[in-house]
């Protein structure tokens, strides 16, 4: 009978979370009256919006409170700076191309360009050729800022619209709950901690530099997703330009991709740029995610730490361009991910596909399948100044831990990169959970023979769930 009765019950919309305190409470998102439950310490943050074809008042309504901008849709009231806004995307070029590291790379760039202009006799002799060199170096600087400003355009994301990002977040949350059916889970404790330490980084204008590790392309979309649910300014996610495709690339750069190259060779304004960009966001307190492995993992195990993107990151606070930052270690947890056939496809030896619209669009029907749950656990959050600090104490014994004045060695340096990527590694190992696929897999590659019963795999799980953590 209660079977029978939950299934004529309307499917309740995305619950709002009020965060009041050391207590959270979930109630309805605004129409929908939900069945009484509790959740315990973990709530699911995005579950299933009304579908067209089953309820068609009902997705009309969803569609008019997100239209509309109804309570924490509208997205006003978040903790952190200011994004969203026109003008926001001119801004932060400006702020880019205004930065003195960019303007001394421009400057010395032109001058070996002109050096070697003039060691080909190009500027002749005499009182004339002065007069042409300083014309000419205008003239190359004019150009290289076209450039840097074009680069630029192509590179950082725009926060202009609060109606895309109201769209963009219903749409995600409907794919989302297509392929998860469970939904995105989250620990209440660690919420709470992520928005304290949000309201104090955005007092002291300092970023919030999420560093996620990388199972699948959902990683990204689930941040954002819980980000915009709980009423955090949404981070600047580092991507690689493979993504940049035509449609799908502007609406992720409109939803906070920043583009980079997979390999920056040797093209130093090129690195200048992405440096001053990461300078320009953390200067003025914007939050980033960029991914610690680099690629996505296609085994399940966490990689060894990619040190690029994380380079640029240590040097903005270790040179003191940037007084502080927060880091924040986060574990993406799936009880089955949606690339499953293609990481299957790449392992055993086929080369990675280009990414496409096409093969995007044509893996619609993956999802409508029902692949479980997304866990999404936080580690709790430490200052990066305070990291380097210790560090600096540790490898320049003698000397204060506050020098962060006198410069490093390269090898000093390099030491301290490396153990910061494997510290986060760490943290993110701490904080992960064992999925239930994972578990009940683990059981069944342990025991001897062709076959279990049902009572024999209850209780192996059981007992190998008491020395893991399970959601």
Known sequence: MSSAKANTLPHPSAPDLD??????????????????????PEKNLVEHMARFRESPLDFLREISL???????????????????????????????????????????????????EEKDGLFGEGPESTRKKVSRKIELVSSLQEVALGITDGMICKFES???????????????????????????????RLRSVAETAAKNKHSIIFLPCHRSHVDYVSLQLICYR??????????????????????????????????????????????????????NGFNVECFIEGGRSRTGKLLSPKFGILSFLLDSVLSGRVDDAIVCPVSTQYDK????????????????????????????SVLSL???????RFHEPWSLRSFIADQRSRVDVGRPSSAFADPLSSESRTRILRTLGYKVL??????????????????????????????????????????????
């Not at 502007?250 to 090129?270: E, H, P, T």
Request: hydrophobic share 40%; net charge negative.
């Open 337 to 364: 991910v949606v690339e499953t056939e293609s990481y299957i496809s790449e392992l055993l030896g086929q080369p990675k596909p280009q990414e496409n619209l096409k093969d995007f669009l044509s893996s619609s």
């Open 162 to 192: 609060k109606r895309f990002i109201r769209g963009a977040y219903y749409l995600c949350t409907q794919l989302v709950t297509r392929a998860y059916h469970q939904g995105i889970h989250v620990s209440s404790e660690e919420v709470l």
């Open 370 to 376: 029902k692949l479980g749950r997304v866990d999404v």
């Open 230 to 283: 709980l009423g955090i300014a949404l981070p600047t996610v580092v991507a690689g330009d493979n993504l940049k495709i035509p449609v799908l690339g502007a609406f992720l750069q409109n939803a906070g991709a920043m583009w980079i190259r997979r390999s920056f060779g040797n093209d130093a304004l090129y690195a200048t740029l992405v440096q001053s960009y990461i300078d320009t966001l953390l200067q």
């Open 426 to 471: 760490s943290d993110i190992n701490a904080v992960s959970v064992v999925m239930p696929t994972a578990l009940i897999g683990t059981v069944l590659l342990t025991l001897r023979g062709r076959g279990v019963g049902k009572s024999e795999l209850e209780a192996e799980s059981l007992t190998s769930e008491e020395h893991q953590r399970v959601p």
């Open 66 to 116: 997100y239209v509309s901008g109804i309570g924490w849709r509208a997205y006003d009231d978040f903790i952190g700076q200011p994004i969203y806004y026109p003008g926001f995307s001119e801004n932060m070029k400006a702020a880019v191309m205004r930065t003195p590291m960019l303007q001394r790379r421009l400057q010395e760039l032109a001058q070996t360009r002109l050096e070697a």
């Open 19 to 40: 965060i009041l305190g050391d207590q959270v409470t979930i109630h309805p998102g605004g129409y929908v009256e939900p069945s009484p439950s509790d959740d315990g």
